[in-house]
């Protein structure tokens, strides 16, 4: 719940942000000479990037979510066998040994969305997140019934 409420607040400054900066670039645009237009122009692009990131992420956030509540309505969602330290931070070799375990799973059954999903929690936990990611993505693709990419 934690994580929902700062994401939503993240995403709301940005909103702000977004039409603060929106709102400079048609003030640019109204000016009406030519450098001032074509700033103002520049100035719009960039708000509309970054709503475009926003959503992207957020549909990400929402699907990885549904996988993880179809997968724990089914049992199924990974049990935390990391050991930690004293810290409370992730060991590595413990992480490296659930991730091993994780692949081969994933490579058994490479059309499960359930095993990607696990696969995309144990890179996560290894701090390998664009891998994290990824697989995350090809879960959702194989949930959905998209082709998948090589």
Same mark, same amino acid.
Request: proline share 4%; net charge positive; aromatic share 10%.
């Given at each position: 719940?934690?994580?929902?409420?700062?994401?939503?607040?993240?995403?709301?400054?940005?909103?702000?942000?977004?039409?603060?900066?929106?709102?400079?670039?048609?003030?640019?645009?109204?000016?009406?000479?030519?450098?001032?237009?074509?700033?103002?122009?520049?100035?719009?692009?960039?708000?509309?990037?970054?709503?475009?990131?926003?959503?992207?992420?957020?549909?990400?956030?929402?699907?990885?979510?549904?996988?993880?509540?179809?997968? +724990?309505?089914?049992?199924?969602?990974?049990?935390?066998?990391?050991?930690?330290?004293?810290?409370?931070?992730?060991?590595?070799?413990?992480? +490296?040994?659930?991730?091993?375990?994780?692949?081969?799973?994933?490579?058994?059954?490479?059309? +499960?969305?359930?095993?990607?999903?696990?696969?995309?929690?144990?890179?996560?936990?290894?701090? +390998?997140?664009?891998?994290?990611?990824?697989?995350?993505?090809?879960?959702?693709?194989?949930?959905?019934?998209?082709?998948?990419?090589?």
């Amino acid at each position: 719940m934690r994580a929902k409420i700062s994401y939503a607040i993240t995403a709301a400054v940005l909103l702000f942000y977004f039409v603060l900066v929106g709102s400079r670039g048609v003030m640019l645009i109204q000016t009406g000479t030519l450098l001032t237009v074509t700033f103002g122009v520049a100035v719009l692009i960039l708000p509309v990037i970054g709503l475009w990131f926003l959503w992207k992420n957020t549909q990400f956030v929402r699907k990885a979510n549904a996988l993880a509540a179809a997968l +724990d309505a089914e049992g199924g969602l990974p049990v935390d066998e990391l050991k930690r330290t004293p810290g409370g931070r992730i060991d590595r070799d413990s992480a +490296d040994e659930v991730f091993a375990k994780r692949k081969a799973e994933t490579e058994a059954a490479p059309d +499960d969305w359930r095993s990607w999903f696990r696969l995309a929690v144990a890179y996560h936990d290894a701090r +390998d997140t664009p891998r994290a990611r990824k697989a995350m993505q090809r879960a959702i693709a194989l949930h959905e019934g998209k082709p998948i990419e090589a």
